[in-house]
């Protein structure tokens, strides 16, 4: 009769944090999918834009002022950002607790700048192809935004239910940290294009 060497693994974690964690993965595809949506929107811009004899068409360069505060806004969100992915990983749940609350007034300080971004393009989203395109890709990003904001409320106010206190929920936590970081990133690449392209 032939033995079979068995292992007991009912000890190991069913949950882990970065790479090791599928839902890691999930989100990596997830930002992979975002971004080509965001390649090909800057596409289309400067597809428009090579097209167009002046650019921007019929319209002057977008007001800088409230996309650099959300710029700023979102640059200064690392800082919390880490810190509670660093928490999150110490399953310290008490700091994630109070850094989640952070991050949930931080993403929501760039939604209500945006209010007031959308007029400063100095045109109205249906004047023309110039119009259209920056709108769509300030739309993009406000849509990005909205869905992380959302996110991290829900994983905020489960952080303080018995839910939160699993190590799954951390994991979740250091997701969306993972997640935030796109949010800035793709803010600063869409800054340059929406704000400086046609100052150039």
């Not at 970081?181 to 100052?199: E, G, H, K, M, Q």
Request: hydrophobic share 55%.
């Amino acid at each position: 009769m032939m033995r079979r060497p068995v292992v007991d693994v009912s000890r190991l974690p069913t949950y882990d944090f970065g790479a090791a964690s599928p839902m890691w993965w999930g989100t990596l595809a997830f930002i992979a999918l975002e971004a080509t949506g965001f390649a090909l929107a800057i596409g289309a811009y400067f597809y428009l834009a090579v097209q167009a004899p002046h650019w921007p068409i019929a319209a002057p360069a977008p007001d800088l002022a409230p996309g650099t505060a959300v710029l700023i806004i979102l640059l200064a969100s690392i800082v919390p950002n880490h810190m509670i992915d660093f928490w999150a990983r110490q399953q310290d749940l008490s700091k994630v607790r109070v850094g989640m609350i952070v991050m949930t007034i931080v993403g929501i300080l760039p939604l209500i700048v945006r209010i007031w971004e959308f007029p400063a393009l100095r045109i109205s989203w249906d004047q023309n192809a110039y119009g259209s395109i920056v709108w769509f890709l300030l739309g993009l990003h406000t849509s990005h935004l909205l869905t992380d904001v959302g996110d991290t409320i829900v994983l905020a106010v489960l952080m303080f239910t018995q839910k939160g206190t699993a190590g799954r929920r951390l994991s979740d936590v250091s997701d969306n940290a993972f997640y935030w970081d796109f949010v800035v990133v793709s803010w600063a690449v869409l800054y340059l294009v929406i704000y400086w392209t046609p100052r150039m």
